[in-house]
């Protein structure tokens, strides 16, 4: 399939998206064939491309392909220069990025907003379900959720959401000022402009002048827990 | 059936039978309704907005094949949302499954053509009971083919599957109250406490817009009568868009009823801005118990609890909103242990807020002006040897501030002095202080460019500039329910018109006084801060605080 062919696609979709599935009325009843619809693409569309980071080089690209193809998500090895950055924490209190993550323990991030339905309560449980798949290696790993809607998102509010994930302490959950969440999502490549745009995105870093790997699209607990292991045994 | 290949020789015929065939099915008819009591129905409801199955426990599933997860969070409100008709978050689709798509068979091979991914899901047959607890259970879909990993694996009895069922065929079924063949009806509540001028300047703006809406309209119908089978759809939308003006009187307590003798008279589909300065409660609680959209009406003190509740959207939280800004301001700058007075007149939005920033403050007093009394520069310096504050809150329209500068004077001028700018809507006509700073949800002198659009289109229609926050609001109500309108097409559900409003506010090419408005799935406030301005400094020294 060509680049052009994707890129129509994409669009088409972005369009139909849009319309907020109002076209799945437009023919009611007539059965014309179901034989494409037999496959469920949902999680290995090409729509996922939109995901990759742009910026970013891909190492490990047979691996990348390969990841695809078997699950649905993307993996790809990528550096991220985090410019300082104040963040606030779910108490309250300031945090600063390049500091949070000048460390040599070992990082999950993801994106998520309390308001939001669809993706992010996956999120959320999958990090919550890898931890307490990993027992105690879990907590050896800083857990960070960053508030793409911090103006709503509140620490209060995301205090009250760390509560009903039952977050231990190293998971943080972090908001701050709008112009400040963006440059984070700039940074790590994830930025969408609107929130409703957003891409599930998963980074993992072994510890401190690693690189990250980035995982597009939803993982399971499982294989979120998999692909931290063998991070972190590439590393040790 | 399986689809004749496209070939380059009998593409357009195969096309065109296809064509043929599919409008000699359509309409399709849903399965035959079976036996369902109201219980049933009620049953399913709570399954689908709560989690909550049928012997009381919370919904567990599994989500991408071994994600955990259990109760409320699982409902099907959340993704396929209230209406049934599904979302999209993040290019991940969410297929409708109110009943009368989801009971019947989809094909559709325009969009099959284009697209092999979750789009191709919508070409299935109708579900059964027997293949949605399928669906539910094991993620199978109507045609045979495994589901999205999104969708949880559900564990449910056969009851709470009957249930959920039955719940189903009624979402989104009846057609919304307000909307005829030819006709779309809106009205607007203007309370009996907004100025003459503020609701005409509102009047003036809306009017225009269904004048010109409908002007472009009129070409639409045309072409819906003479459009071709596959956009029957998108002109069949198109109506002619009424206004009715609903003009409240006398005390709140009797709005409820004026408002249901209206809505009798005369069926809307949605109440579109409005204008209020006092309390909104009566025609927000109408809203929720008509299940009517009620949305961005121009207030002072919106409800401030309508996250609990789908119906109403707002702009902010009104006065409100300044309160708690200057509420975490003070927090966040260490003010703990000073006193305040803040100065207000009677109002149930002015009162409000009074008692909102006493909650937070709790020490100095609150001084309300007798409604004789017009406050002078002795009154203010009487006032203030009487009080002494470390801080003063305005809580005053600029008819009252002639001699406020007065509180500047003398030893007890307090360490700074705060006015709420949604009372005092120009800056231009407040007195020169050096303490003065306004409570500020609005865009600053310099930031206006968002009101360009608003500026060219009010010239083209001849409306000339006046209460501009009233006349920018009115406008932003109605341009959005016009895009919002255009998004949801023919799917004429209240609940899904809402829906759109929460998901396209933030990507929209807003006209507003607002430096910012975004709105996600149970957000109702769509302003979240406020400036405290220092009128003395630079504008952009205002520090914008979110509370």
């Not at chain 2, 003010?335 to 937070?360: I, S």
């Not at chain 2, 630079?538 to 520090?543: G, N, P, S, V």
């Amino acid at each position: 399939m060509n680049t052009t062919d994707h890129t129509t696609r994409l669009h088409l979709r972005t369009l139909l998206c849009a319309l907020g599935f109002g076209i799945a009325t437009l023919a009611h009843g007539a059965d014309m064939g179901h034989d494409h619809a037999m496959h469920d693409h949902s999680m290995h569309d090409h729509a996922m491309h939109a995901a990759a980071p742009q910026a970013a080089s891909m190492e490990n690209h047979e691996h990348h392909m390969q990841a695809m193809n078997q699950t649905g998500y993307q993996r790809a090895v990528v550096r991220y220069t985090l410019p300082s950055l104040q963040l606030t924490d779910s108490r309250g209190q300031p945090v600063d990025v390049a500091q949070l993550l000048d460390t040599d323990r070992p990082l999950a991030v993801n994106f998520i907003f309390t308001s939001c339905t669809t993706i992010c309560p996956i999120m959320s449980a999958t990090f919550a379900q890898a931890q307490r798949q990993m027992g105690v290696d879990a907590r050896d790993i800083q857990w960070i959720s960053i508030s793409i809607d911090p103006e709503y998102d509140t620490p209060e509010r995301l205090s009250a959401y760390a509560q009903q994930l039952d977050a231990g302490a190293n998971w943080h959950f972090l908001t701050g000022d709008l112009d400040s969440i963006i440059a984070v999502q700039k940074a790590f490549a994830v930025y969408r402009g609107d929130k409703m745009n957003h891409a599930p995105t998963t980074l993992l870093r072994a510890g401190r002048h690693q690189p990250w790997v980035r995982l597009d699209g939803l993982t399971s607990s499982a294989e979120l827990v998999q692909e931290y292991r063998q991070l972190a045994a590439a590393t040790h | 059936m399986r689809r004749p290949p496209l070939t380059a020789a009998g593409g357009w015929l195969a096309a065109l039978t296809a064509a043929l065939l599919l409008l000699a099915v359509l309409p399709s008819k849903a399965a035959p309704l079976p036996d369902v009591s109201a219980e049933q129905i009620a049953a399913g409801k709570r399954l689908y907005r709560e989690g909550r199955t049928g012997d009381g426990t919370l919904l567990r599933a599994a989500v991408r094949s071994d994600v955990a997860m259990r109760g409320a969070g699982l409902a099907c409100t959340n993704c396929h949302r209230r209406s049934g008709l599904g979302s999209s978050e993040g290019g991940i689709g969410i297929p409708p499954i109110a009943g009368n798509t989801l009971f019947m068979a989809q094909s559709n091979n325009l969009v099959r053509n284009y697209s092999q991914g979750e789009l191709s899901n919508i070409s299935r047959p109708a579900y059964t009971l027997q293949t949605l607890a399928r669906a539910l259970r094991e993620g199978i879909n109507s045609s045979g083919a495994p589901m999205s990993p999104l969708m949880p694996r559900f564990d449910l009895s056969d009851a709470d599957i009957a249930a959920v069922a039955a719940y189903l065929r009624t979402l989104s079924a009846a057609p919304a109250e307000g909307i005829t063949e030819h006709e779309m009806h809106f009205a607007t509540v203007l309370t009996p406490d907004a100025t003459p001028a503020e609701r005409e300047a509102m009047l003036e703006v809306m009017k225009a817009y269904f004048v010109r809406k409908n002007a472009g309209t009129r070409g639409e119908t045309r072409r819906a009568e003479r459009a071709p089978f596959h956009k029957e759809w998108t002109y069949s939308a198109y109506r002619k868009w009424v206004l009715h003006e609903w003009t409240l009187s006398g005390p709140p307590a009797t709005w409820a009823g004026q408002l249901d003798a209206l809505y009798r008279k005369q069926p809307v589909f949605v109440l579109l801005g409005g204008i209020g300065r006092g309390d909104w409660q009566p025609v927000h609680d109408f809203c929720e118990r008509r299940e009517l959209p009620c949305l961005f009406p121009h207030l002072n003190a919106p409800p401030p609890h309508a996250e609990r509740d789908f119906y109403s959207v707002y702009f902010s939280r009104g006065l409100r909103l300044e309160a708690e800004a200057l509420a975490a301001h003070w927090r966040r700058n260490g003010h703990d242990g000073e006193t305040l007075l803040q100065v207000y007149r009677a109002g149930a939005d002015r009162e409000a807020a009074v008692a909102l920033l006493r909650a937070a403050v709790p020490g100095g007093e609150d001084h309300r002006i007798a409604a004789g009394d017009t406050p002078d520069a002795a009154y203010w310096k009487r006032l203030l040897r009487r009080v002494q504050a470390d801080r003063v809150v305005l809580w005053l329209e600029a008819q009252d501030l002639d001699g406020v500068a007065a509180l500047e004077d003398g030893a007890h001028a307090p360490a700074a002095i705060y006015a709420s700018s949604t009372l005092l809507p120009d800056p231009a006509l407040l007195p020169a202080m050096q303490r003065l700073h306004l409570l500020h949800p609005y865009q600053l002198p310099g930031q206006e460019r968002q009101l360009a659009r608003l500026r060219v289109w009010a010239k083209q229609a001849g409306i000339q500039p006046r209460e501009l926050r009233v006349q920018a609001d009115a406008y932003f109500a109605v341009t959005l329910a016009g895009e919002a309108l255009m998004h949801i097409r023919s799917n004429l559900s209240r609940d899904y018109l809402i829906e759109r409003i929460e998901h396209m506010t933030d990507s929209m090419l807003y006209t507003s006084t607002y430096p910012r408005l975004s709105l996600a799935p149970g957000q109702r406030y769509a302003a979240k801060g406020a400036y405290i301005w220092h009128l003395a400094a630079d504008a952009d020294t205002a520090q914008w605080v979110v509370p």
